[in-house]
């Protein structure tokens, strides 16, 4: 935590924003040097930041990008311990055609009391999510292709969905049909059944 003596360093909460789309948390702004009251003065009275969620801020200026709700849902959940995932991780990983119907993010079974959010649909797991799991996709955290994959066919995400996000991660090399396969043997049923016709018309199951 800076010194509260220290005067606000706006350049390095602008730096720290630009890493996530212009958002901010109020807890980052506090780590730049800016109370809790300054903050809310810059976005009532100035009008450089916009309060976009509980504790969450975009900077007003800054440019608008893709998905943006996806940031803001995923920093108000605790960036630390949230991670995009099901249908929405596939939308940014760019595999399949699927249009997300909310936020899709993931969080620890104990977080699971966290306070709702409009348009954000939590999973709880477990099943702790894994280094490997998790790949960085425009300072987001995000589950790996075949995560997303495994978890959005567990969810009941379209069967045609599903297959397309396979094909395209093998195709692309997000993942292997091996690291798939392991996946997949591992949660069964749907999960397993899909891959499985995903992979065989090529010939790498």
């Known amino acids: 935590m800076r010194d509260a003596a220290e005067a606000p360093d ?21 780590e730049c040097g800016l109370s809790r009251p300054l903050l809310s003065h810059h976005s009532r009275a100035e009008g450089r930041f916009i309060r976009v969620r509980r504790a969450v801020y975009r900077v007003r200026d800054y440019p608008s990008a893709p998905r943006e709700e ?12 949230a991670v995009v995932s099901h249908e ?10 699927v249009v997300p119907d909310a936020v899709h993010l993931t969080v620890p079974r104990e977080k699971r009391h966290r306070r709702g959010m409009p348009g954000v649909r939590i999973h709880t797991t477990t099943r702790p ?18 995560r997303s994959i495994a978890d959005a066919a567990r969810a009941g995400t379209a069967p045609d969905q ?19 396969l392991a996946v997949a043997r591992e949660r069964g049923g749907r999960v ?9 018309p090529s010939g790498r199951e």
């Open 129 to 146: 999510v894994r280094p490997g799991e998790v790949v960085v996709r425009d300072g987001i955290r995000v589950t790996s292709a075949e």
């Open 192 to 200: 397993e059944r899909l891959v499985r016709q995903a992979l065989r």
């Open 162 to 180: 599903i297959v397309a996000a396979v094909a395209q991660a093998v195709e692309r090399g997000a993942t292997t049909a091996r690291r798939l």
């Open 70 to 81: 996806v940031i803001a849902a995923w920093l108000a959940a605790g960036r630390d311990v």
């Open 10 to 30: 706006h350049r390095r909460l602008i730096g720290v924003a630009s890493e996530q789309g212009g958002y901010f948390t109020a807890a980052q702004a506090e």
């Open 88 to 97: 929405s991780a596939l939308d940014l990983l760019d595999l399949s055609d």
